[in-house]
């Protein structure tokens, strides 16, 4: 008996799908398959022999008050914190972009928080905002009242200090990397057809630093969610009511095997997060087209 012959061209199709093997079954057994086995927990109301209740879990979930605390808290967070690492990302990109003398020091300087480890930084943090720490330190030495950062209503604001550390330098080099992507003509044309400073960054820099803000606004979007690790290291399982996020949360029902609701919250945090990138595209792309 001959065996069928393959062609060359039905060889070259399948090489692709050869390499992208490893890839799409690591895929499928990490990622699609515990998506769907969570999915399914949000969905009965017991993850042993469960019977199907439908969105019951999610209904009682957003008449959770911890639920509805810890979004709030979230939402707030990143309304806040993503503007800022926005507006101080571009700032020192501008600044940078510009032949000054140590430059490349403040570079490295911005970019240093990436590749340290957070457990060992969150100590220094936490020294840092502590009630005995070095910033009361300075308070008490102005004669002042002395203030507990991580156990005040400024919590919030202690971690979005050392989120803006964590995550301004990385996105300085995209943006960065966006301006020096610009063509330096437009520039000049637009010097010699007389425009100002403000003109050319409206006009020029911001409409081509579209698809780099895009980008960083998204990565910037995902890393707010991801605060809950300092957040946990600096102010513990239960924080200050102002910093109990959704991840506080799901935390808690996993220590409590509270699996529904664990899932419930995270599908509801990733339809979040999903329906607000995908509105980013939509806009993105119609930015895009009015600039083309």
Known sequence: MK????????????????FLGPSLIGFALFYLLPFMDGFFYSLV????????????NYSELLGNPSFLTALANTGKFTLVCVPLNMLFSLGVALLLNKKIQGS??????????????????????????????????????????????LKSEWARAAILVVYLWKNTG???????????????EYYEAARIDGAGRLQEFFRITLIYLTP?????????TINSFKVFRETYLMAGEYPHSSIYMLQHYMNNMFTALDYQK???????????????VLLLFIVERKISRLIN
Do not use: C, E
């Open 170 to 184: 990385y996105s300085m080099v995209l943006f960065l990397a966006g301006l020096q992507s610009i063509p330096v």
């Open 45 to 56: 109301d017991s993850p042993l022999n469960g019977n199907f209740i439908g969105l019951r």
């Open 104 to 149: 490349n020091f403040f570079r490295t300087l911005f970019i240093t928080p990436l590749v340290i480890p957070v457990a060992s930084v969150v100590l220094v943090w936490q020294a840092f905002f502590d009630i005995n720490g070095v910033l009361n330190s300075f308070i008490h030495a102005l004669n002042l009242q002395p203030v507990d950062w």
């Open 212 to 220: 780099t803000a895009f980008f960083v606004f998204v990565i910037s």
């Open 3 to 18: 065996w069928p012959k393959i062609s060359a061209k039905r060889k070259i199709n399948l090489l692709p799908w050869l």
């Open 262 to 276: 664990l899932t419930s919250a995270a599908f509801i945090m990733a339809a979040f997060i999903v329906a607000a």
